[in-house]
């Protein structure tokens, strides 16, 4: 499992509160948030573009999760992409063309420093 930026989760449990998810949920959110991070890094997907949200909901659909834990984890990504979109200064293109695909699956640790917005040394 990647080692997620203890920068992004802060931003993202700021907006968690700022849109009034329940406290009780955040945990989960997160944790999903963590999950499609690594499905984005281990399929080679964009952690950027919507359509690899597509992905990961086939994922957890093939995985027999339920509708609600589907619903869940994808109003937490679609935050995440909320999260990105608020964020102008970050280096990336979030329409999906030419924006930056996560690289080839390896040990690297540079790789967070390009693929991951807040990304703390």
Same mark, same amino acid.
């Given at each position: ?7 992004? $989760? ?28 690594? $499905?984005?890094?281990?399929?080679c ?10 992905? $990961? ?25 909320d ?34 917005? $807040?990304?703390?040394?």
């Open positions: 499992m990647l080692n997620i930026p203890a920068a992004l $989760f802060t931003k993202y449990s700021i907006l968690l509160n700022k849109k009034s998810v329940p406290v009780s949920v955040h945990n989960n959110y997160k944790k999903w948030l963590r999950y499609y991070l690594d $499905f984005c890094h281990k399929y997907h964009r952690y950027v573009d919507m359509e690899s949200l597509k992905h $990961f909901m086939v994922k957890l659909h093939e995985k027999n999760q339920s509708p609600a834990i589907q619903e869940e984890a994808a109003h937490a990504v679609s935050l995440y992409y999260m990105l979109q608020a964020a102008p200064h970050l280096p990336v293109n979030l329409s999906g063309a030419g924006s930056n695909p996560l690289p080839v699956k390896g040990k690297e640790r540079g790789y967070l420093v390009a693929a991951m917005p $807040f990304y703390d040394k």
